[in-house]
């Protein structure tokens, strides 16, 4: 089974991280980060690169796709050659999948009309514009496609697409090695939970913090 995770500068780094961790594991599988071209990708934060080792033109036929989100997604049009190449692969996946903002590159390609999927809390309504039926959850899975939340969201829909690959022992056992046992320290992790000042300050700080993960 081959998985393809896309890669282009402005991606929030744990949006594709995360997935890899749990996904890489699943016995089987071959996993590739992709790229418009093949090279080095500027994360959101500026200081961290990740590398494509292959290009787009060189994965037509990705058994999984993962789309990570990032600000790098706020000018959907910078990201075209993208879009479209989702847009074609999506029509061979096995399971397409988004995790944060990444949701937005798939509405664009047109997967998600008269979709149900999630996003991170900020951007839900921006789904609207592309059909999508915004929901509020961790993840979301509608056929063979599945959206996750914000960032660390991305790890339960791992976890969640290694059970259905690969059963849920197996599953588990991943769970187990990489030691995913969330035990936050503040409660604070959605906004239904968190402050009403907390919201305020994420929503009104400058881009160079949480916010830049948010396409507006």
């Known amino acids: 089974m081959n998985i393809a995770v896309l ?11 995360g997935p890899y961790e749990v996904l890489h594991r699943i016995p089987g599988v071959q996993i590739v980060f992709v790229g418009e071209r093949a090279g080095e990708i500027v994360t959101d934060s500026n200081s961290l690169r990740l590398v494509a080792t292959r290009s787009i033109s060189e994965t037509q036929a990705p058994d999984i796709l993962v789309v990570p989100g990032g600000p790098g997604t706020r000018d959907l049009r910078k990201l075209e050659p993208l879009i479209s190449w989702i847009r074609d692969v999506h029509e061979r996946t096995q399971w397409t999948t988004s995790v944060c ?17 999630t996003t991170h809390w900020a951007a839900m309504e921006s789904l609207r514009q592309f059909g999508a039926c915004p ?13 996750a939340a914000g960032v660390s969201a991305g790890i339960d ?49 400058p881009a160079a913090t949480l916010t830049r993960s948010v396409s507006h």
């Open 157 to 205: 829909m791992a976890l969640w697409l290694a059970g259905e690959i690969a059963g849920a022992k197996a599953a588990q056992q991943i769970q187990l090695a990489i030691e995913y046992d969330p035990q936050p320290p503040f409660d604070s992790g959605s906004p239904e939970k968190a402050q009403a000042e907390i919201k305020v300050a994420v929503m009104t700080r």
């Open 135 to 147: 929901v509020s959850k961790r993840f979301v899975c509608a056929g063979n496609i599945v959206t």
């Open 7 to 17: 890669l282009y500068d402005g991606v929030t780094a744990l949006d594709a991280i």
């Open 101 to 117: 903002t990444g949701a937005l590159l798939l509405g664009a390609a047109g997967v998600l009309d008269g979709v149900e999927a």
